[in-house]
C-alpha cells in the first residue's frame, strides 16, 4: 500500500503522511524557548532541532492547504535526522519485492530514498526530480537539473552521502512480519513493528526512528494499533535477502504431494552496535559487540505448511585489537590492544549474551596457525575461551556438559593441497556431532484437511512448532568474509541434510545448485558493505569448483579492496556513523511533546533520586627515560607507591606515560618497536601488584597501553572496579616533522568509568630552549587533532590529565637558575617558567590547571646523581616534566617527584580525587514513568496539529511558579501581568498596621544587608510636638508630615540627619488622579482602561524660568523635589498642605499666597558645599488630567533615597 506525501508551506512549513484513514502531520518548530528553559543550557542546534508530531483521522486533520509532493507515493518512512542544524524526514521512494519468505511475509529492498527538509525549501527542487507533470515529446539529458544546484555545480545536498549509502541497495524492510527476528524467536501474529519485540542489535535506522517509536509508545492502545496497520513507519536491516523458487519436481520432499512450488530463503542480518568498515571497525567493545557481526537464517517452506529455519553467526574476533590499511597486500600489522585480564570481561558478556540468545555456542576458528598476526589473535582467543564462564561444567547430567566449545580449522592449510577448496568440506567430521545435538526450527501451519488435500476448505489451527534449534555454530576468520562463508554455506547444507534425512528424503543436484548460488550471492552483498567487493572464493561457492576467471576475479577484487581501503573506507565509516547517531554532538531531532519536556526537566532537577557518585582514586606519573632500558630492573616502587597518604597509595587507576622509551634515532622514529614497551608494562605490573600486596590491596590489572614510537602510555586499574569501565579507546597523534614522524606527539587512552569520561594524554613537546613557540603548536596539533572512534575529542570529556615531557624551560641564565635553586627560590623559578607564562596568555593549555610546584626542576640531571647537567652543553635546569588537569571532578592531592636515577629526568607523579557518577537506569526508568502519569494526569492532551502560525510549544506547555508567591512564566500569547484581561496587582500587604516598607535597604535586592523588609513605626497622635518625631501609618490614603524644623537649618541638612536616624522616607498623598481612579473601582459601572503612566525620570521639564510672585531666576531641576507641595486652594480632593517652615535661604509664603498646582514652585534645598539645587517647575497655564496624572505619578519619588537630588562633596 502506497502512501501519500504532502506538503504545506504557509503559515508553517508541515509535512503528511497520509494513508486512507488518518495522517501523521509533522511540523517543524522554530523556536527555542522550551528547549533553553528546559534543557538548562542546550545549544542552538539542539534547539534547532524540533519538531511537533501529531496522528490523527483525515477528519480532524485541515489538508486543504497541502499539495502532493511524489504523485508515485513513498513505502513508509525511515525516520528523522539532525544534519547541519536542519531536520529531514527521511521517506523510501523506490523498493521492489525481493523474497517471500512464508505466504503473506513479504520482503522490499530498498532502492531509493529521499530526504525532505522541514525547516526550510533550499532543497524543494528535488521534490520533482523524478516527476514532470508537463513532459513534451524532447526531454534533455540533464532534465532532472532544474533548481538552485543548477547553478551551482558545487552545490551537494546535504543528506547526499546518507541517500547514497541507504540507496545502494543493502538495505531491506518488511511491513507483514518482524524482520529483525529470526522465524524461532518471533510468532507469526505479532506485529511488523512491535518495539517491544524488535532487535535492536539489527535495526539500522534505529536513530532515526527511535523519536517516533517513542512517540508510538505514548499513544492509546487502539491509536498505536492502527500506527502499526498503515505501514507508515518502518524497520530497516541491512545486509542480504533473497528467495529461489524451488520447482516441485526439484523439491526435496517429494512423499508430500503438493503442485505448488516451494521457496528456499537466506536472511543476512548484519548487526549496527559496531557497525563499519573493514579496517575501521575490528575486534569487539566493552559491551561485548563485535565488528562484522551477521545472523544469517536459512528458511525452507513447503507448500503442504512446513517451514524450516536454520540460523549461524559470523563474527570477528572478540578481543581488542586492531589493524591499519597499508598499500601492500598481506603487510597490514595486526596489534592487540588490551590485556588478557583486561579483555576478559567483554569477552565474557559477548558469548554471555550470545549463549542467552542462541543456547550452546560452538566456535569455529578459521585463522591461520602459522601466520604471525593470525597466530597471536588465535592464541589469545583459546585463551579467553579457556579462561570463560560458560566453559566450565555446570551439569553432569546434561548431554553438553559446556556452553562455550571451540573448534580450530586452519582453513589455508587444510585447502592447500591438490584438493584445493574443495577439502574445505572436511570440516564436517569436526562438526558433525554438534550438527546433530543442535538440530534446527522446524514448525507445521496449522492446515488439517477433512478430505487429505490443503485446499480452501482446510481447518486454520495453528502453527504447530515440531522442532527447535538449540545451539549456534559462530564460525570467523580474519574478515569474516571469504573463508567465512564457504564453511557456512557448508553447514546450512549439513542443517538441511540432517532435516531430510530424518524425513527419509533426499535433495536433488538442482536442489543444491540453487543453494549454492544463494549462499554466493550471500556472501557477495556482505563482502560488498564490509570491504567494498564481492567475496573472494565465491566461484567455488558457486559451481563447486574453481576456475582460472574465477582467479583472476579474485585477483582483480583484491587490487579493488586495497584500493577502498585505503581511500573510500573513512568516508563510508563517516556516513555510517552518522546514519547511527554515534557522532560526537550529533543531537537526535526532538520531537515535541509538553509532558515529555516537562518530565526530562524534572529528571534533571531531581537526579540526586536515581545517581549516586563514587570518589576513586587516580595515580598519574610522566617519566622520561632518555632511552635506558635497564630501569625495568630498577626497585620502581619509590615512585609507583610513594611514602603518602595511606587513601592515596591504593590508586583505584593507574596512568603511566613514559617518554624517549627507546632511543629516537633515524632509524626508530619512523616505526615502533613494542618491545621496550612490553618489558616496561611487565616491570610496573610486577611493582604494582607487589606493593599491594604488602598493604593486602587487590591486584591490579593492564587495562589498556598505546605507543607512538618514544611515547608510551599505559593504564592498570583494579580488579574491582573493571566491571564499571567501558568504552576503552586509544588513539595518537603524530607532531614531529610537521606531522609525519613520532619522534614527538601524544598518545591518549580514554574510558568510560560508570558515567563519567575520562581521558589520559602523554605528549612530547618540541625541545629547544626558545621553541615554546613549537611547543604551542604542539598542544593544539594534539588537542584538536587526536580523535578517537566516533569522532570523540580530548575536550569531549568529563575529566582530562595530561603528562608528559612538555619541554617548557625557565627563562633565566643558566647561573641564575642553579643560584635559585641552591637557595631553594622556587617561586622566582616558577614566575620565569615558560609553561606557567604560556597558559597565564591563553597561548596554551586553555583552563587546565597545575597546582603549586614544590619540587626542584626534573631537568637536566647527570645519569645516576643528583647534580645537574655538568657536561659542556651545561642545559639550562627545568621542569619539563609536568602533570596538568582539567574537570570540576577532579581534585588534586599530591604533586612530587621519585628519587629514581637512571635517566637524566626524574619521574614526576601526582595523586588526584575523581568525583564519578553512576546513574541507576531502571530507578531512573521508573521515575520518568511515574513523572509522566503525573503530568498527563494535570495537563491533559494536547493538539500539536495547530494552524495558526503564532502557536508554538511555549504556549502548549505551561509553566508552573518557581515560587508559591510569584506568577508562572509568561510567553507570546500569556502575559501573567495581563491575567484575564486586566492589569495584575500586588498582593504583598505589611505584616501589621504599623509596618512600612524600609526606604534604607538597597535598591538592588541582591546585594547582601542587614536591614529588614519593613519597619515598624507609632501612629500619628491628636496632638503634633515641634521637637518630637512624626510617624505616620502605612496604610493606603495616609499621608506622613516632615517633621519640625528649626528656622535657620535648611532642608538638605534635615534629610541628612533624618537618614542618619534611620526614619523612613515620608510618602506623599495621593493625586486627584489616582483618588478618581479609586472611586471608580468602587462603582457599579464598568472600569476605565488603564492609563499608560510616564515615568517620573523620563517626564520633561523646562529650565530657566522667573518666578511670578517674587521675580527670582531660578534653574529648575530634571529631578523630583524631595517634599511636594499642594496648595490648599488646590484641586477637589487633595489633602491640605502640611505646615511646614522653610530656611532664610527662600522667601516664605503663606498657604493663601501658594500658587495653584500646576504653577506652584518649591524652595529647592540648599548644601552648605555649594549653590542651591535647580528647582522643578511645572508647566504654567491650563491644567489637563494628563497633567495631573504625570505630577500624581511623579510624588512620592522623594520617598526613594536613590531618586534624591545629591552632590558629590
Request: aromatic share 8%; glycine share 6%.
Amino acid at each position: 500500500m502506497s502512501l501519500r506525501l504532502l506538503l504545506r508551506d504557509h503559515p508553517q512549513r508541515s509535512f503528511a503522511l497520509v494513508t486512507d484513514t488518518h495522517a501523521l502531520v509533522f511540523r517543524y518548530s522554530s523556536s527555542s524557548t522550551v528547549a533553553e528553559t528546559l534543557n538548562y543550557g542546550a545549544s542552538a542546534k539542539t534547539s534547532a532541532s524540533k519538531c511537533m508530531v501529531e496522528f490523527a483521522t483525515l477528519e480532524d486533520v485541515d489538508l486543504t492547504e497541502y499539495r502532493s509532493l511524489r504523485p508515485s507515493g513513498v513505502h513508509g518512512t525511515l525516520g528523522l535526522i539532525n544534519i547541519n542544524a536542519d531536520v529531514f524526514l527521511c521517506v523510501i521512494s523506490g523498493a521492489v519485492r525481493v523474497a517471500t519468505v512464508r505466504p503473506n511475509e513479504t520482503v522490499q529492498r530498498i532502492l531509493s530514498v529521499e530526504f525532505y527538509c522541514l525547516n526550510k525549501d533550499d532543497d524543494d527542487y528535488e521534490f520533482h526530480a523524478d516527476y514532470d507533470p508537463y513532459q513534451t515529446d524532447y526531454v534533455a539529458p540533464n532534465v532532472h537539473d532544474h533548481g538552485p544546484d543548477s547553478r551551482d555545480p558545487a552545490y551537494e545536498h546535504p543528506c547526499h552521502e546518507l541517500k547514497k549509502l541507504l540507496s545502494g541497495g543493502t538495505f531491506y524492510y518488511s511491513v507483514d512480519f518482524d524482520l529483525t527476528n529470526r522465524l524461532q524467536d518471533r510468532s507469526s501474529k505479532q506485529s511488523a513493528f512491535d518495539v517491544d519485540n524488535l532487535e535492536e542489535g539489527f535495526l539500522w535506522n534505529s536513530y532515526m526512528i527511535d523519536p517516533l517509536i517513542k512517540f508510538r509508545s505514548r499513544l492509546a492502545a487502539d491509536e498505536k494499533s492502527i500506527l502499526d496497520s498503515s505501514r507508515i513507519l518502518t524497520s530497516a536491516i541491512r545486509g542480504f535477502v533473497s528467495t529461489v523458487t524451488i520447482p516441485p519436481s526439484s523439491s526435496p520432499l517429494r512423499a508430500l504431494k503438493s503442485n505448488l512450488p516451494s521457496t528456499l530463503t537466506v536472511i543476512s542480518r548484519l548487526s549496527c552496535r559496531r557497525a563499519g568498515t573493514r579496517f575501521n571497525s575490528r575486534g569487539i567493545d566493552d559491551d561485548g559487540n563485535v565488528a562484522n557481526f551477521v545472523e544469517t537464517e536459512t528458511v525452507f517452506y513447503h507448500p503442504s505448511t512446513f517451514c524450516f529455519s536454520y540460523a549461524q553467526i559470523r563474527g570477528s574476533v572478540p578481543l581488542f585489537w586492531e589493524q591499519a590499511a597499508g598499500l601492500i597486500p598481506g603487510q597490514q600489522k595486526i596489534q592487540i590492544t588490551r590485556s588478557a585480564e583486561a579483555t576478559q570481561p567483554a569477552f565474557d558478556r559477548h558469548f554471555e549474551s550470545l549463549e542467552t540468545d542462541y543456547g550452546t555456542v560452538h566456535i569455529l576458528n578459521l585463522l591461520s596457525v602459522s601466520k604471525p598476526g593470525e597466530a597471536e589473535l588465535t592464541a589469545r582467543y583459546n585463551y579467553h575461551v579457556q579462561h570463560s564462564p560458560l566453559n566450565q561444567v555446570v551439569d553432569l547430567t546434561s548431554p553438553t556438559e559446556h556452553r562455550l566449545l571451540e573448534s580450530q580449522f586452519d582453513f589455508h592449510a587444510e585447502t592447500k593441497g591438490p584438493g584445493g577448496y574443495e577439502a574445505a568440506s572436511m570440516v564436517k567430521r569436526l562438526i558433525q556431532n554438534r550438527t546433530e545435538n543442535f538440530a534446527y526450527f522446524l514448525c507445521e501451519e496449522g492446515n488439517r484437511s477433512r478430505n487429505g488435500y490443503n485446499d480452501e476448505k482446510s481447518l486454520r489451527i495453528g502453527t504447530v512448532v515440531l522442532s527447535q534449534q538449540e545451539g549456534v555454530f559462530r564460525t570467523n576468520c580474519l574478515d569474516c568474509l571469504d573463508r567465512t562463508n564457504l564453511i557456512q554455506t557448508i553447514i546450512s547444507q549439513m542443517s538441511l541434510e540432517l532435516f531430510l534425512h530424518h524425513r527419509k528424503e533426499h535433495a536433488t543436484a538442482d536442489f543444491w545448485v540453487r543453494h549454492s548460488s544463494l549462499w554466493a550471492d550471500n556472501g557477495d552483498a556482505l563482502s560488498k558493505i564490509y570491504a567494498g567487493t564481492g567475496a573472494l572464493k565465491s566461484s567455488f561457492t558457486r559451481h563447486g569448483k574453481m576456475s582460472l576467471a574465477g582467479a583472476i576475479a579474485d585477483a582483480r577484487k583484491s587490487a579493488t579492496r586495497m584500493f577502498i581501503n585505503n581511500f573510500a573506507d573513512k568516508g563510508r565509516q563517516n556516513t555510517i556513523d552518522v546514519l547511527l547517531g554515534r557522532l560526537m554532538n550529533q543531537q537526535p531531532v526532538h520531537l515535541y511533546d509538553p509532558i515529555a519536556d516537562w518530565v526530562n526537566a524534572e529528571l534533571k532537577r531531581r537526579a540526586n533520586e536515581y545517581s549516586t557518585s563514587d570518589v576513586v582514586q587516580v595515580w598519574v606519573g610522566t617519566f622520561n627515560l632518555n632511552g635506558r632500558g635497564g630501569g625495568v630492573k630498577e626497585d620502581l616502587a619509590a615512585w609507583l607507591w610513594p611514602e603518602i597518604n595511606q587513601s592515596q597509595q591504593r590508586p583505584g587507576i593507574v596512568a603511566i606515560g613514559f617518554q624517549e622509551i627507546v632511543e629516537l634515532s633515524p632509524q626508530q622514529i619512523m616505526s615502533t618497536d613494542p618491545v621496550r614497551r612490553q618489558a616496561w608494562e611487565d616491570a610496573m605490573r610486577r611493582t604494582l601488584n607487589s606493593s599491594a600486596s604488602k598493604v593486602s590491596s587487590e591486584e591490579y590489572i593492564l587495562l589498556r597501553s598505546g605507543q607512538l614510537v618514544g611515547a608510551a602510555l599505559m593504564v592498570f586499574v583494579k580488579v574491582s572496579i573493571l566491571h564499571k569501565i567501558k568504552n576503552v579507546e586509544g588513539s595518537v597523534k603524530k607532531t614531529g616533522m610537521s606531522g609525519m614522524a613520532g619522534n614527538k606527539g601524544a598518545v591518549a587512552i580514554r574510558m568510560d568509568y560508570a558515567n563519567t569520561r575520562i581521558c589520559f594524554v602523554t605528549a612530547h613537546f618540541a625541545a629547544g630552549f626558545a621553541n615554546y613557540d613549537e611547543r604551542n603548536r604542539d598542544y593544539h596539533t594534539i588537542s584538536h587533532g587526536l580523535r578517537f572512534q566516533r569522532n570523540r575529542s580530548i575536550d569531549d570529556h568529563d575529566a582530562i590529565i595530561w603528562l608528559g615531557d612538555f619541554n617548557y624551560r625557565i627563562g633565566l641564565s643558566n647561573d641564575k637558575v642553579r643560584r635559585l635553586i641552591r637557595a631553594g627560590d622556587l617561586d622566582t623559578l616558577y614566575q620565569n617558567d615558560q609553561l606557567n607564562l604560556q597558559m597565564v596568555a591563553g597561548h596554551a593549555f586553555p583552563y587546565y590547571s597545575e597546582p603549586k610546584i614544590t619540587f626542584m626542576p626534573t631537568y637536566k640531571y647527570d645519569n645516576g646523581t643528583d647534580n645537574y647537567d655538568s657536561s659542556e652543553k651545561a642545559r639550562i635546569p627545568a621542569w619539563c616534566d609536568r602533570v596538568l588537569r582539567k574537570g570540576d571532578i577532579l581534585k588534586q592531592i599530591n604533586y612530587s617527584t621519585a628519587p629514581l636515577r637512571f635517566s637524566d629526568h626524574r619521574p614526576v607523579f601526582a595523586t588526584f580525587q575523581c568525583t564519578v557518577s553512576d546513574v541507576d537506569e531502571p530507578r531512573k526508568q521508573s521515575l520518568s514513568r511515574e513523572l509522566y502519569a503525573k503530568r498527563k494526569a494535570d495537563i491533559g492532551d494536547i493538539t500539536t496539529n495547530a494552524g495558526d502560525d503564532d502557536i508554538d510549544e511555549e504556549d502548549l506547555l505551561g509553566y508552573d511558579s518557581i515560587a508559591p508567591e510569584l506568577p508562572p512564566a509568561s510567553s507570546d500569547r500569556r502575559k501573567w501581568w495581563l491575567d484575564n484581561g486586566l492589569p495584575a496587582r500586588s498582593n504583598v500587604r505589611p505584616p501589621n498596621g504599623n509596618s512600612v516598607l524600609n526606604a534604607n535597604r538597597p535598591s538592588n535586592p541582591f546585594t547582601p544587608t542587614d536591614e529588614p523588609d519593613w519597619v515598624v513605626v507609632d501612629k500619628i497622635g491628636p496632638k503634633k510636638s515641634s521637637t518630637s518625631q512624626i510617624t505616620s501609618s502605612a496604610r493606603r490614603g495616609s499621608r506622613t508630615l516632615p517633621p519640625p524644623t528649626e528656622l535657620n537649618q535648611p532642608v538638605a541638612s534635615i534629610r541628612a540627619r533624618e537618614s542618619v536616624r534611620g526614619q523612613a522616607p515620608v510618602p506623599e498623598p495621593r493625586s486627584r488622579a489616582s483618588s478618581q481612579a479609586s472611586t471608580m473601582s468602587t462603582s457599579s459601572r464598568k472600569p476605565v482602561p488603564p492609563v499608560p503612566k510616564k515615568p517620573a525620570l523620563l517626564t520633561k521639564f523646562s529650565g530657566g524660568q522667573v518666578s511670578q510672585e517674587t521675580g527670582i531666576k531660578r534653574t529648575v531641576s530634571t529631578l523630583p523635589p524631595p517634599i511636594q507641595r499642594i496648595a490648599s486652594d488646590g484641586p477637589k480632593g487633595a489633602f491640605p498642605p502640611p505646615q511646614r517652615r522653610i530656611s532664610e535661604a527662600a522667601p516664605t509664603l503663606s498657604p493663601r499666597q501658594q500658587p495653584p498646582l500646576a504653577s506652584s514652585f518649591r524652595p529647592p534645598p540648599t548644601d552648605p558645599d555649594g549653590p542651591p539645587l535647580p528647582l522643578r517647575r511645572t508647566s504654567i497655564g491650563t491644567k489637563s488630567p494628563t497633567n495631573d496624572l504625570m505630577d500624581g505619578d511623579n510624588e512620592g519619588a522623594s520617598a526613594i533615597p536613590s531618586l534624591l537630588p545629591t552632590r558629590r562633596p
